[in-house]
C-alpha cells in the first residue's frame, strides 16, 4: 500500500516537473508576445487619441486630469514591455542547444526567426519615442491659470495650452521653510512690489502677446469638447440604467416571471402590510354600500346582494394587489440588471470620469464663496438637518415599497439615528480637512451663514 502512495506521490511530481520544465521552454516566447501585446496597446492610444503621434501633452486636446490618466497607463505599458524584452533576453541566453532539441522532442514550436526579428523591430520602434533622459520623460505640465486672473486671461509659456483647472497647492521647497522647518508665511515673501502691481503687468503681458487670441480660442474649444462630453456621460448614466431596468422589466423578467407562475398559483400579498392595506379598502367599500343606501333610502341591502357586491370587489382588489406583488419582484430583479448597467458603464468609460471630474471642479471651484457655503448648507440641511429624520423615512418606506418588503420601523429608526449622524461627521471632517485648506474664505463665510 505504501509503494503504491509513493507511486502516485512520484508521478505527481514528475508531471509537476514536466509542467514547469515546458514552461520554463516557453519562456522566450510568452515574454515577447506579452511585451509584443503591450506595444500594441501603447500604438492603439497614440492611433485613436492622439492621431498616430507620441503620447504627449504638448500634442494633445485633453485636461490635466485625462493627460493623467494616460500617462498612467502608458507607464505601465512601458514597464510591462520593457520587463518582459529583458525576460526574453534572459531566457534566451540561458536557453542551450540540448533546451532546444528538448523543447522539439516536447512539441514545443518556436516562432520563426524572420517574425521574432518583426515584432522585436516594432516593440523597439514604439518604446524608442519614450526611452529618453529621465529629465525629458517628464511632460510639460499644462498651464494653470491663477485665480487672480480673469476668465479670458491667458499664459504664454512655450506656447501651452491653458487649462481652466483649480489651482494646485504650491509645492514646498527648502527656501519656503524657516529656521525651525515651519512654512513661512506669506508676509515673510513679499517682494518690492505689491503682488497685485506684479499680477497686473503680467495681465497686460498676455494681452500684449500676439499668440494669445490663438490659444484663447483652442482653451475655448478644449472646455466646449469637455463640456459636451462631461453633459453627454452624465445623460448616459441617467438613461442607460432607466432604460435597462424599463426594457428588462418588460421583456426579460416579466415573461419569465408570468411563465413559471401562472395567475391561480401567484401568492397574492407579499407582506402584511398589503394584505392589511386590501381588508381596509374591503371593509370602506361596505361601509360605502350601506352609507349610499342610507342617504337614498331605499330598502336595506339583502345579504346575498351584499355578498355579491362584496365578491365583486374582493375580485377586483385582489386582482389589483396581485399585480402589484408581480411588480415588486420584477422591480428586484430590473434594478440588478440596472446596476449591471450602470457599473458596466463605469468600468469602459474611465476616461469619461476623468473629463466629468475635471468638468466638475471647474465648475466648483469657478463658484464664489457665497455660493459655495449656500450649496454646502443647502446640502447639509436636506440630508443632515432637523427635517431630515421625515425625508429619511419617506425616502425608505418607498424603496420598501418598490421591492415589495414591509416597512420595519425599528430599522427605519435605527437608520435614521445613526447614518445621517455618521454623514454629518464626513461633512465636518471634509469641511475641516480639505475645504479649510483651500478656500478659506468659503468657510467663514459658511460659518457666518450657518450662524
Request: aromatic share 10%; hydrophobic share 45%.
Amino acid at each position: 500500500m505504501s509503494a503504491m502512495k509513493n507511486s502516485v506521490f512520484s508521478q505527481k511530481i514528475y508531471s509537476f516537473l514536466l509542467t514547469a520544465y515546458r514552461r520554463y521552454l516557453q519562456t522566450p516566447e510568452r515574454s515577447l508576445y506579452e511585451a509584443y501585446d503591450a506595444a500594441l496597446k501603447i500604438q492603439e492610444i497614440e492611433n485613436k487619441h492622439f492621431n498616430g503621434n507620441k503620447i504627449d501633452t504638448d500634442l494633445a486636446m485633453y485636461s490635466n486630469s485625462v493627460m493623467d490618466y494616460f500617462e498612467s497607463d502608458l507607464n505601465k505599458l512601458l514597464k510591462i514591455a520593457r520587463m518582459r524584452l529583458t525576460e526574453f533576453k534572459a531566457s534566451r541566453w540561458f536557453l542551450n542547444e540540448e533546451n532546444q532539441k528538448a523543447a522539439e522532442k516536447a512539441g514545443i514550436e518556436y516562432l520563426s526567426l524572420s517574425l521574432v526579428l518583426e515584432k522585436l523591430n516594432f516593440i523597439d520602434q514604439v518604446i524608442s519615442k519614450y526611452t529618453i533622459d529621465s529629465e525629458q520623460t517628464t511632460s510639460k505640465a499644462l498651464v494653470v491659470r491663477p485665480q487672480n486672473l480673469s476668465a479670458n486671461s491667458v499664459i504664454s509659456d512655450d506656447k501651452s495650452l491653458l487649462v481652466n483647472t483649480p489651482a494646485l497647492p504650491p509645492k514646498i521647497s527648502t527656501q519656503d521653510l524657516d529656521k525651525k522647518g515651519k512654512i513661512k508665511r506669506k508676509t515673510d515673501t513679499i517682494g518690492v512690489l505689491p503682488r497685485s502691481i506684479l499680477s497686473t503687468i503680467s495681465r497686460l503681458q498676455v494681452e500684449l502677446d500676439p499668440n494669445s487670441e490663438q490659444e484663447v480660442i483652442q482653451n475655448f474649444r478644449q472646455t466646449q469638447k469637455r463640456t459636451i462630453i462631461s453633459i453627454r456621460f452624465i445623460l448616459l448614466l441617467i438613461i442607460v440604467p432607466l432604460l435597462t431596468h424599463q426594457i428588462a422589466k418588460s421583456l426579460v423578467v416579466g415573461p419569465i416571471l408570468e411563465r413559471f407562475r401562472s395567475s391561480e398559483q401567484m401568492q397574492i400579498f407579499l407582506n402584511s402590510e398589503m394584505e392589511e392595506e386590501a381588508l381596509v379598502e374591503l371593509q370602506r367599500f361596505e361601509e360605502k354600500l350601506k352609507f349610499q343606501n342610507l342617504i337614498i333610502k331605499a330598502p336595506p341591502l339583502l345579504p346575498e346582494q351584499l355578498e355579491t357586491e362584496m365578491k365583486n370587489k374582493a375580485i377586483e382588489v385582489a386582482e389589483e394587489f396581485r399585480h402589484e406583488s408581480s411588480g415588486a419582484i420584477k422591480n428586484v430583479f430590473a434594478d440588478m440588471f440596472a446596476v449591471v448597467a450602470f457599473i458596466w458603464l463605469l468600468l469602459v468609460s474611465k476616461s469619461s470620469i476623468a473629463v466629468l471630474k475635471d468638468f466638475f471642479d471647474n465648475i466648483v471651484y469657478g463658484l464664489s464663496d457665497s455660493a459655495k457655503a449656500f450649496i454646502i448648507i443647502l446640502f447639509t440641511d436636506i440630508f443632515v438637518g432637523f427635517h431630515s429624520p421625515h425625508g429619511w423615512e419617506v425616502l425608505l418606506e418607498g424603496v420598501s415599497r418598490h421591492w415589495g418588503l414591509p416597512a420595519n420601523r425599528d430599522f427605519i429608526f435605527l437608520f435614521i439615528a445613526t447614518f445621517p449622524v455618521i454623514l454629518d461627521t464626513i461633512f465636518k471632517y471634509w469641511i475641516f480637512r480639505y475645504l479649510n485648506r483651500i478656500s478659506p474664505s468659503a468657510v467663514a463665510t459658511y460659518r457666518n451663514m450657518n450662524e
